[in-house]
């Protein structure tokens, strides 16, 4: 069984080239809410993001377990189209999903998961569907064009989109309820003042 304190640790995937922006609502509203943020890179040595940010991640990949886990969150990168760097992500992705660990990609990262085949026979979105289509994919069929999707564990993005992917992430893990939940998307995705009123009335 999943123990309390398992399931309030969340995996954030690191790597260089990571767009570091793209995660910032979800690692920064799950801390909020009680989740500790962990950071995982291809080793323990120090990683460098797009907008030049270093991040020293608390554990390599080969350490991580999805029992140990609530959720994988996977950050687009330029290192997700320039070669087979990240594959082992992606294939921890699948370990993730075989347990019934959720993971969260978002950009680059859905195109790692699709070349992993994990896309084939799930609802999923990115960027836009021709860009998922050079990958070879088997699930064109599945794309689905939204800001956001959830199908079965996993969630995609696309890149414009991390108030979305939060959304998602939020609602699967059970963050906010749905009147909160549509609050606070609202609020930080249409900036909408009335929603004030729900987030702090709750």
């Not at 323990?44 to 994988?72: F, H, I, K, N, Y």
């Not at 564990?153 to 696309?158: E, F, H, N, R, V």
Request: proline content about 5%.
């Amino acid at each position: 069984m999943t123990s309390t304190s398992t399931r309030a640790v969340v995996h954030l995937a690191v790597y260089d080239t990571l767009a570091d922006w793209e995660t910032g609502y979800t690692t920064a509203f799950l801390a909020q809410n009680g989740y500790r943020v962990r950071t995982v890179g291809p080793e323990r040595e120090p990683v460098t993001s797009m907008g030049g940010l270093r991040v020293q991640p608390d554990l390599a990949l080969a350490e991580l377990r999805p029992e140990d886990s609530a959720l994988l969150i996977l950050p687009g990168a330029g290192l997700w189209d320039a070669g087979d760097d990240l594959a082992p992500f992606a294939r921890a992705a699948r370990d993730f999903l075989d347990a019934e660990v959720p993971v969260a990609a978002i950009c680059g990262a859905t195109a790692g998961l699709a070349r992993e085949g994990l896309l084939d026979d799930r609802a999923h979105t990115s960027a836009v569907s021709f860009y998922l289509a050079a990958t070879g994919y088997g699930g064109g069929a599945r794309y689905v064009d939204a800001d956001a999707v959830t199908d079965r564990g996993l969630i995609t993005a696309g890149p414009t989109e991390p108030v979305a992917l939060a959304r998602e992430v939020f609602g699967l893990l059970g963050v906010y309820g749905p009147e909160k939940l549509g609050a606070w998307y609202r609020l930080f995705h249409d900036s909408d003042p009335s929603a004030y009123e729900v987030l702090e009335g709750e």
